[in-house]
């Protein structure tokens, strides 16, 4: 499986390797995130400027760049700028939770919804950001749900919301 990975929290955010990390377990990862914090920038492209794209050495065997632009210009670039195409987009994990109305806005759920424009599988992540270490904990058991429920070939796009002290998982509108 070829997976791409960007968040809206930067390429500095503390949540990104770990994600890295765990994925690395499911197949190829790519990752492509914002050079600053793009929360808030929900679907936005940049086309009015030039964009810096630097490649950066964040975990050993894992393509990375930086992108001083949103994420859905993340998703732009992997698809169009790499020429590849990916199975899977996880976006995250996000510093609070992206719920109800507010999804539109959200930066982490606009490179979701970038990549199902462009017709590819992706899930964005968040959490309380005091709560971290229980959502990574939390992934295996998200991923096997969504994957022994084949909830990939009923929808094309998830919002997931890890709370603190997780339980059980509940799909909701």
Request: glycine share 16%; charged share 20%; net charge negative.
């Given at each position: 499986m070829r997976i791409l990975i960007t968040n809206d929290d930067s390429v500095s955010a503390s949540q990104l390797l770990p994600l890295i990390k765990w994925c690395q377990k499911l197949g190829d990862v790519t990752t492509v995130v914002p050079k600053f914090e793009q929360s808030g920038k929900s679907h936005a492209i940049d086309f009015t400027r030039p964009i810096e794209i630097k490649r950066v050495d964040l975990i050993d065997g894992v393509r990375a760049f930086s992108m001083d632009s949103t994420p859905?210009?993340?998703?732009?670039?992997?698809?169009?700028?790499?020429?590849?195409?990916?199975?899977?987009?996880?976006?995250?994990?996000?510093?609070?939770?992206?719920?109800?109305?507010?999804?539109?806005?959200?930066?982490?759920?606009?490179?979701?919804?970038?990549?199902g424009r462009l017709g590819?599988?992706?899930?964005?992540?968040?959490?309380?950001?005091?709560?971290?270490?229980?959502?990574r904990e939390y992934l295996e058991k998200v991923w096997n749900y969504i994957v022994d429920g084949g909830l990939l070939d009923k929808n094309l796009l998830y919002n997931v919301n890890i709370p603190k002290g997780n339980g059980e998982i509940r799909i909701t509108r």
């Open positions: 859905a210009d993340c998703i732009r670039f992997a698809h169009f700028g790499l020429q590849e195409e990916f199975d899977l987009i996880l976006s995250g994990i996000n510093r609070g939770f992206n719920l109800g109305k507010d999804i539109g806005y959200s930066g982490t759920a606009g490179a979701i919804f970038e990549g590819i599988p992706g899930i964005a992540f968040s959490t309380q950001p005091d709560s971290f270490d229980g959502a």
